[in-house]
C-alpha cells in the first residue's frame, strides 16, 4: 500500500488533479451514455437482431487493433522519447499516418472475408453485408488517425483536449442513436445505428485534428525516414501477433456463431455491456499514468510505477467480483427479463473481464516501453494453445463453455505480458 501511496500521491496537486478530473468526469460522461445506449438497445432490439449487432461490435473490436496495434509499438516508444519537441513529433505522427493506410487497407481485406462469413452464417444478405463493412471501414479510418493525434497529446500533457475529442463522439451517437429509436420507425435499424457510429467517429476526428493544428502537431514536418525505419521494424515484428490477437479476441464470438445459437450470440454480447464497469478506470490509465510511465527514466521509479499499477488494478477487479457475486440479480435486471437467468455467465463475464482489464494494464505498459522480449515468438503459441486446450476441456456449443475458454485463455496470455514486463524491467535497469 506504501508504494501505491508513493506512486498516486504526486496526482494530487492542485495542477495534477486538473487533468484527473477532466479524464473522470469526461469519462464517467461518455460511458454512461455508452451504457444507456447499450442498455436500450439490449432491451429494445430482439435477440436476433442483437445476435447481428454483436458480432458487428465484434467485427468492429477486431479492425482497429489490426488497423493500428503493431504500428502503435514503434509510435509510443520513440514519442516517449521525442514527446517534449514538438517538430519532432509532428514528424513523427506525419510518418505514421503515411504508413496507416497500407495496414488499414490489408486489416479490412482479412477482416472482412472472415466478417461476411460469419454474417452469411446468420443468413444476411449480400447487400445489408456490403453496407455494414462500409459503415466499418468509415468508422476505423478516422479511428486510428485519431488514434495518433491523442496519443501525442497526452503525452505533451493535453489531457483536456483528448477527452473531449472522445466525448464529442459520444454525443453524436448518442443523440443520433435515441432519436432514431425514438422518432423514427424504419427497417433495417442495426445498419442505421452503425452509420451514425462512423458520423461520431469523424465528429471526434475533425476535432482533434483541429486541436492538432492549433499545438503544431500538423504543421508542415516532413517524413522522418528513421522514424519510419523503426515503425516498419515493430510492425514486421509484430503485426502478425496483432492479427492473430485481434481474431484470437473474438473467438467466443467466432465459435458462438458458428457452433451455437443465435440466442447465445445475443446473450454474451449483452453480458459485455458490463465491461464498461473496467473501462473508466483503464481510461484513467491510458490518459494519466501511462504518458507519465513513458516519460519516466529513472529504473527504480519505473518499477515502483508498475507494482502501484498492478496493486491497484488488483484491488479494483476483487471490488467488482465481489459485488457482482453478492448482487448478480441487480446486474441483470438492468438488461430485461430476456436475461434474468444467467447469473453465473454474468460472474464467469465478469472474471474474464478482469483479467482482460489487468492484460490491458500490463500490455500498455509493455508497449509504452517497447517490452515485447517473448511475444513475437510465444504469443501465437500460447493463444492457440490456450484455445485449443479450451476446446477440449469445455463445451464450446454453450455460453458458459466459451466464458471459461476465454478465462483460461486470458490467464496464460496475462503471465506472458507479465514475463514480458519483467525481462523488460531487468533490461532497462541493465542500460540505465
Known amino acids: 500500500m506504501r508504494i501505491v501511496l508513493e506512486q498516486i500521491s504526486p496526482y494530487f496537486t492542485k495542477t495534477a488533479l486538473k487533468p484527473v478530473g477532466q479524464v473522470l468526469g469526461s469519462q464517467m460522461m461518455g460511458k454512461a451514455l455508452g451504457f444507456a445506449v447499450s442498455i436500450i438497445l439490449v432491451r429494445e432490439l430482439s435477440k436476433g437482431d442483437y445476435a447481428i449487432y454483436t458480432v458487428l461490435l465484434t467485427i468492429q473490436g477486431m479492425l482497429l487493433p489490426l488497423s493500428n496495434s503493431a504500428l502503435f509499438i514503434g509510435f509510443k516508444k520513440i514519442g516517449g522519447e521525442i514527446w517534449n519537441d514538438t517538430a519532432r513529433m509532428s514528424s513523427l505522427i506525419k510518418t505514421a499516418r503515411q504508413i496507416a493506410p497500407f495496414i488499414i487497407g490489408l486489416a479490412f481485406l482479412l477482416v472482412g472475408g472472415y466478417a461476411a462469413y460469419i454474417l452469411i452464417e446468420q443468413e444476411i444478405s449480400i447487400g445489408r453485408i456490403a453496407w455494414f463493412l ?70 471526434s476526428f475533425f476535432y482533434v485534428k483541429r486541436k492538432g493544428d492549433q499545438l503544431g502537431l500538423l504543421g508542415g514536418s516532413r517524413v522522418n525516414p528513421d522514424y519510419k525505419k523503426v515503425l516498419i521494424y515493430y510492425i514486421k515484428n509484430n503485426w502478425h501477433n496483432s492479427a492473430f490477437f485481434a481474431f ?38 491510458r490518459s494519466i499514468y501511462a504518458p507519465a510511465f513513458a516519460r ?67 500490455h500498455n505498459m509493455n508497449l509504452n516501453k517497447g517490452w515485447i522480449k517473448f511475444t513475437p515468438l510465444l504469443e501465437i503459441p500460447t493463444d492457440i494453445g490456450g484455445i485449443l486446450l479450451g476446446i477440449f476441456l469445455f463445451d464450446i456449443t454453450t455460453l458458459s463453455g466459451v466464458l471459461y475458454m476465454g478465462i483460461l485463455s486470458g490467464s496464460l496470455n496475462l503471465i506472458l505480458y507479465l514475463s514480458n514486463s519483467i525481462a523488460g524491467l531487468r533490461e532497462y535497469n541493465s542500460q540505465n
Open 134 to 203: 462500409l459503415c466499418l471501414l468509415l468508422i476505423v479510418i478516422p479511428e486510428v488517425q485519431t488514434a495518433f493525434l491523442r496519443t501525442a497529446m497526452l503525452l505533451q500533457k493535453e489531457v483536456g483536449s483528448v477527452e473531449i475529442s472522445e466525448l464529442v463522439g459520444h454525443i453524436v451517437r448518442f443523440v443520433g442513436i435515441i432519436g432514431i429509436l425514438l422518432f423514427l420507425d424504419i427497417d433495417y435499424i442495426i445498419a442505421v445505428i452503425f452509420l451514425i457510429t462512423s458520423i461520431s467517429s469523424w465528429s
Open 248 to 285: 484470437k479476441g473474438q473467438v467466443s464470438i467466432f465459435l458462438l456463431g458458428v457452433f451455437g445459437t443465435t440466442e447465445s450470440l445475443a446473450e454474451i454480447g449483452a453480458l459485455a455491456r458490463f465491461a464498461l464497469l473496467f473501462t473508466i478506470i483503464s481510461a484513467l490509465f
Open 296 to 362: 519516466t527514466a529513472n529504473g527504480a521509479r519505473l518499477k515502483k510505477m508498475y507494482v502501484a499499477s498492478l496493486l491497484v488494478s488488483l484491488v479494483i477487479c476483487g471490488i467488482v467480483i465481489l459485488a457482482v457475486a453478492l448482487f448478480p440479480n441487480l446486474f441483470l435486471w438492468i438488461l430485461g427479463s430476456g436475461y434474468e437467468d444467467l447469473s453465473f455467465e454474468l460472474f464467469l463475464m465478469i472474471i474474464g473481464g478482469s483479467i482482460g482489464f489487468l492484460i490491458g494494464i500490463v
